[in-house]
Structure formats: C-alpha cells, structure tokens
C-alpha cells in the first residue's frame, strides 16, 4: 500500500514534476530582489499568457496579474460571485549563497533563501494545470513583487488587484515542518511585525570623571534590559508577544562617554490590542529610564507588517483538503510562528487562508533566511496538487 505522500506525489507526472523542479532551479540560479524581480516576471507573464490567462504586467510594479477567461468554460464558471486570489510572491534575499549545487545562484549577494522560488514554479504549474477548466474562470493568479519587508503586496493592493476578489489562499514552503506535512491556524498564522530604534543623548564627558556628565552606555544597557519587563509583567501570558533588541552601536574609546547611543530592535504580537499597546509601553520605559539616568531617549517606532490572520472557514477548507490529500494526522491546525508575512495585507481585506507546506530536507538543516537554505523538491508537487485541491473546493463552494 502506497502512503498518501506516495500516492499524491504520483499525482504529478514526471514530465510536469521534471518542469517544476526545472523551473524553481532556473530562478534559484537567477534570484532578483523585492521590486527587480523582472526576469522572473517576463518568465510568468509568458507562460500564462500560452496557456491562455489573461495576463497583466507592472502589478504594483514588477507583479504580474493573471485572470482565467475561457471560453470553454460554461456561465456559473464566471458568476458573480467573485474570484479567488492566488498567491505567489516572487523576491530573493540579499545574501550570498554558500551551498555547492547544480542550481546554486549565480548572482553573489542574492538568494533565494526563503523559497519563493519555489512559489513562483508551484503558481506556474498550478496555472498550466488548470488552464481551460471551467473553475479556472473563477481564479485570478498573483506573483507579487518585494514580500521580504519592502512592501509589494502593499503595492499590488494599491494597484488594484483584490477589484472583484472575494477569497485569496496562499502558501509557504516551510522548513520547520517535515515533507508531507501542513501547517495552518483558525486564526492568527503569523505574527505582527514591528521596527523601533531609540537613540539615547547625553553630554557626553571623560571616562574618569563620570559624576561630571550622564552616562549613556549605562543608560543604553538599563533600557535593553527594562525593555524585557514589558512582556513578561505587561502582556497578558495568555497572548504572545516578542520585544528584542538587535543591535547596540554606540562609543568610540575607551576612555569616552560618549553623547550618543543607538539601539533598534523588533516586536512582535498576534492581536491588534497587544499590537497597538506595544509602542506606548516601550515608549514610557524607555522616556522613564532614561530619566532615572539623567539622559534623554528618542523612540522611531515603525509597523511593518499587519498579524497574518486566517478566516475561520476558510481555514477549515485548507485543512479538511489537506486532511484528505495527506492524511488528517499530518496537518498541525494549530501551529504560529512569529515570523511575519505580507500576504496580511490580503488577509485584512479580504477572507482567506495562508498556510504552511512542510519542505524540511530529509538530512540537513536549512533554515529560511539562512545561506545554506535549500528545500526538499518533492515539497512542489505536494504545493501543486494541495493548492489546486483548494482551488477547485474554493470555486465549488465560495
Ligand atoms: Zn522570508
Ligand atoms: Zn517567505
């Protein structure tokens, strides 16, 4: 008896499986980064628009847009119901590559270190798939520039893409999770994610004489570590959330109190309460620490990303498919990570589902982000045929 990991990975013939992993190799070789991804751009815009899509290019900037309008297909296909947005993002990272592959990348500085590349083949061999199906008129197809942090989906948001979008479903290869196992949440999926740096100024003054001036570094090292009280005595232990501060930059001698030091740092939270209080309690420490030294501390608190938050419903279509593709033993409907992801910006206008396919290579550690990233392959054609389940049980039922 076949597993149902064997049995789903036959689903996808050779010939199609070899042009999946043969596409996702070809962008690893070639990554492009958020808002240059245009060799990866022309490579979908081209193939959609053979397999008769109706392509759109320079979606918020370097995104491409893809509508089904076949003709084959009969009237409920294209009711007014609304489509379903799928969703691929399509940036590399600004590292440099340190595995030794036949597809390593060829661009130093660059990376496709999260998978994206991965994205982009599954879309593409999901469009071919379907393309000329009747379901495929309910379905618009979305390769979104600049996921890692500089703002694509904002951009493709503002470019119109969710007109006539009544439901939008994306995934993540993910490393954390063994081949042939899904990861998804009723709720919140990933998290909130927060940029801050505070600048601390002081006189300045001589190492040897610190009673003549206040001192910075000692003012720099108490907020770091009152910082750590606001989540663990301000936030509720039943909510998560995250304060790290990442870097410290401040002196020059060692002799020299110096007038300025410079920490940032990120937060992270899941709800919209605990999101909204996070600036305002960092801010009175730190203007309250600050103080108590006799220095003054200057807070920049930027949000970047929205919590990515799954519809309950649609949630459970993911899970219910990906129950009955894997078996319902290999599907976590209860994982969260506090990682961020702009698919939210979806997500907070219109009800759908983000979710997790596991990609974890057998015998290594690879994680995201990381210069030695690579992926278990076989994870596309479980990304393929996962999507296209919900795909098609979204066009029934929505
Ligand atoms: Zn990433
Ligand atoms: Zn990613």
């Known amino acids: 008896m076949p597993t149902a990991l064997e049995k789903l990975l036959g689903e996808i013939p050779g010939e199609e499986f070899r042009r999946l992993v043969e596409t996702r190799r070809d962008l690893h070789r070639h990554p492009e980064l958020a808002f240059e991804e245009t060799r990866t751009a022309g490579i979908a815009a081209r193939r959609l628009a053979d397999a008769g899509w109706a392509t759109r290019e320079g979606v918020g900037k370097t995104g491409v847009t893809a509508d089904g309008i076949f003709e084959s297909a009969t009237t409920s296909g294209s009711s007014q119901t609304g489509r379903i947005l799928l969703r691929a993002d399509m940036d590399a990272l600004p590292l440099t590559e340190e595995t030794q592959t036949a597809y390593t990348s060829t661009v130093p500085g660059k990376m496709h270190a999260c998978g994206h590349d991965g994205h982009v083949a599954i879309a593409l061999s999901l469009a071919e798939r379907l393309a000329g199906k009747t379901e495929a008129n309910r379905l618009r197809f979305l390769f979104q520039p600049a996921e890692e942090g500089a703002g694509g989906a904002e951009a493709c948001a503002a470019d119109g893409v969710l007109e006539g979008v009544a439901t939008a479903f994306g995934l993540h290869l993910w490393n954390q999770l063994p081949l042939g196992t899904v990861g998804v949440n009723r709720g919140a999926l990933m998290a909130a994610v927060d940029e801050f740096s505070i600048e601390v100024t002081g006189p300045g003054g001589h190492g040897a004489s610190p009673h003549e001036t206040f001192d910075t570094i000692l003012a720099a090292a108490r907020i770091v570590d009152a910082l750590q009280s606001i989540v663990a005595r301000e936030i509720s ?153 919900v795909a098609l049980e979204a066009a029934r039922k929505i």
């Not at 209860?334 to 009800?351: A, K, N, Q, W, Y």
């Open 237 to 389: 232990p039943l909510d998560a959330a995250v304060v790290t501060v990442g870097s410290i930059q401040g002196g020059s001698s060692f002799n020299i109190i110096p007038s300025q030091v410079r920490l940032t740092g990120t937060a992270r939270s899941f709800t919209e309460a605990v999101g909204h209080a996070l600036p305002k309690k960092i801010e009175r420490v730190i203007a309250g620490t600050a103080q108590a030294a006799g220095v003054s501390a200057k807070l920049n608190y930027r949000r970047l990303n929205r919590a990515t938050v799954n519809n309950p419903a649609m949630a459970e279509l993911v899970i219910e498919t990906a129950g009955r593709l894997l078996g319902p033993e290999n599907v976590d409907s209860e994982i969260r990570t506090l990682g961020g992801e702009d698919m939210s910006v979806f997500l907070d206008r219109v009800p759908g589902c983000f979710f997790f396919v596991g990609s974890a290579p057998a015998d290594r550690h690879r994680p995201h982000h990381s210069p030695r990233f690579d992926i278990d392959e076989r994870a596309l054609a479980i990304g393929v045929r996962l999507l296209e389940e």
